[in-house]
């Protein structure tokens, strides 16, 4: 995702597939745990490994600014990381990443649903039962039709487009279900797949056993929505909540944030999640990083929603500041750094110009601009991040780890693509993304001493689904080089690999395999993978589809990707979740009631 989760694999795949129990509820160990607590001591990195100031005390506001404003609110369309974070807040689904730092936090937890679900012999059949006493924000009980519903509307991309489409592949692999938007059934509930035999039962039939189905479920786009309310593409100015948290009425501002406030009917009872402590969370969209940075370190903004890490010169002070530094973590986030290289635009459309900017590009001048090995990350050599099974940090096809472009193997690839002297290309990157721009800035000028004439654009970072998102958009205007960066949907090589490389993952709207890619022998290993039972063996298909896709040039990998963030001491309850590579919103309150 330029978005959400990240993790590791072997674990989640025998979770997933229902090898290991979970125990339900987890709230004796959420209550904290005081081994894993910091005792209201802080340290540098100390939230990356513990709950720093745990507390119970409730009330308060938790003030978030961000320089990016959500893609979309609504919960089948959002796919940034830090708004699937957000969604903890006021979308529940049948599981739940657990609400703990460390490994623990990447364990599914049931939610909505009573226990962990029971799964047939054959693992293609899941039932789950409903806890009693759910309510939406406006009172109405949430039933298993209505999680049906929520799920439903995933199908409905002409309509809402934007966000992962994981789910039919599974349940509807032949395309059959066009979403509710087009369903003839009367109650708009004609996915065959998932069957709702009453309303505290809600069961699905798999097309075919999936390693990683479960991590779907916990996805925010599987959480239930009425369908009263459901207005379609418009449902994302007010998404119904299920949470213990709601929009404030018209708080919702295109480019300036939202105000999350209590649900009333969120019964605490029914939910082992969350504890809710703030009365309300807001998010402020910024332009200005620089401004933001100066809140952060003057204590009147709580964090960084995006939690892409301070800008240079805060970065400084707070590395040379003990005070400021026993403040601030930098977790590896689980996200890679990289630019996607266009297949759609010519002279990208070969593979010996792609290569050529590849070996062009100076690995130490971009993992500078993105704030060097501390802030920014390790050098990237290829497209699975290390914390994902199948991963080999040895594996350097082209030689980057030295840290030094190679422009003499960038004139030997132009020869061999026909433009022996080099070529005019655009790099595409989002305006409201500092660390890009930057980046982009380092690789415009390492491209130049090879030939390679780059011309930057930038653009609304909002409207990212449409622009650079849009195969057509992309190919109209010439994007040969997208700026871009992505995290796993869920911990294992296919919530990795499959949006940015599966040719059955290019949308009209909300593309993020950037390149373009369109392998058939890619798509049949992705295949190949949800059948593989044993993560060793998964593993091991991961590690090829990587190689394919580094050895057709599709993208050049920049960093792996690290974040100076700073919390403010004021927070409670503050510890990285590695599902997110963040702090875990929904956990934080406050210690001054204010």
């Known amino acids: 995702m330029s978005r959400n989760t990240r993790a590791i694999a072997a674990a989640g795949v025998a979770l997933a597939l229902g090898l290991t129990t979970a125990a339900c509820g987890g709230s004796k160990s959420d209550d904290k745990k005081t081994d894993g607590a ?17 507390s119970t005390a409730k009330g308060g506001t938790v003030n978030l600014w961000g320089a990016q404003d959500a893609d979309f609110w609504d919960p089948a369309r959002g796919y940034y990381a830090f708004v699937w974070n957000l969604n903890r807040l006021y ?24 226990a962990m679900p029971e799964i047939s ?46 789910l039919p592949a599974v349940l509807d692999p032949k395309g059959e279900y066009k979403g509710p938007y087009k369903d003839s059934d009367p109650n708009k509930l004609g996915l065959k797949s998932v069957t709702t035999p009453d309303d505290s039962t809600i069961s699905f039939k798999l097309s075919k056993p999936s390693a990683d189905f479960m991590y779907l479920l916990a996805m925010p786009g599987s959480g239930p929505v009425p369908q009263k309310r459901d207005t379609g593409a418009k449902y994302t100015t007010a998404p119904a909540a299920s949470g213990p948290y709601m929009f404030k009425e018209g708080s919702i501002q295109p480019g300036k ?10 019964d605490p009872a029914t939910d082992p999640i969350r504890k809710a402590l703030p009365d309300q969370i807001t998010f402020t969209v910024t332009t200005n990083a620089e401004d933001m940075d100066s809140r952060l370190i003057a204590g009147t903004v709580d964090a960084d929603a995006g939690q892409t890490g301070v800008q240079a010169a805060t970065r400084t002070k707070i590395l040379q500041d003990p005070a400021l530094k026993a403040n601030a973590d930098t977790p590896v986030t689980g ?23 590849i070996y062009a590009a100076d690995p130490t001048s971009i993992q500078a601009a993105r704030g060097g090995p501390i802030a920014g ?29 190679q422009v003499e193997e960038a004139k030997k690839a132009l020869t061999a693509c026909g433009k022996p002297t080099g070529f005019d290309v655009t ?37 990212q689904a449409s622009i650079t998102g849009s195969p057509d958009n992309v190919k109209a205007k010439g994007y040969g080089i997208i700026i871009g960066g992505w995290g796993a949907d869920y911990p ?103």
């Open 38 to 54: 910091s005792g209201g001591k802080s340290a540098y990195n100390l939230a990356i490994t513990e709950v720093v100031n745990p």
């Open 335 to 357: 996200f890679l750094r990289y630019a996607g290289l266009a297949t759609s635009v010519a002279p990208l459309d070969n593979i010996e110009c792609r290569k050529a900017i």
């Open 91 to 114: 979308t529940r689904k049948l599981v739940e990443y657990a609400a703990t730092p460390g490994k623990a936090g990447l364990e599914l937890k049931p939610d909505l649903a009573q």
């Open 121 to 166: 012999a054959d693992k293609l059949n899941y039932t789950f039962k409903l806890r009693s006493g759910l309510k939406f924000d406006d009172g109405t009980p949430i039933t298993s039709k209505d999680i049906k519903y929520g799920i439903e509307r995933v199908w409905a991309t002409d309509v809402i487009s934007g966000g992962p489409v994981y």
């Open 492 to 594: 294992t090589g296919t919530g990795y690999m499959q949006p940015l490389s599966d040719s059955r993952f290019i949308p009209k709207n909300g593309n993020y395999n950037l390149a373009e890619i369109k392998d058939p022998s890619i798509d049949a290993l992705f295949d190949q993978a949800q059948l593989e039972t044993d993560p060793a063996k998964a593993a091991e298909i991961y590690s090829q589809i990587n190689h394919k896709i580094m050895e057709g040039a599709y993208y050049l990998p920049f960093v792996v990707d690290k974040a100076l963030n700073y919390r403010n001491p004021r927070l409670t309850n503050a510890y990285i979740h590695d599902a997110f590579g963040m702090l875990d919103f929904q956990a934080l309150g406050v210690n001054d009631g204010k």
């Open 377 to 405: 990350g390790d050098i990237g050599t290829s497209m699975l991040p290390p914390n994902i099974a199948g991963s080999d940090p040895k594996y350097d096809p082209f030689n980057r780890l030295p840290g030094k472009p």
């Open 257 to 266: 944030g939202a105000i999350f406030v209590r649900n009333p009917n969120w």
């Open 427 to 463: 790099i595409a990157v989002r305006n409201n993304k500092p660390a890009e721009v930057k980046s982009a800035e380092a690789l415009q000028a390492a491209l130049k001493p090879a030939g390679i004439n780059a011309k930057i654009e930038q653009y609304d970072g909002a409207q």
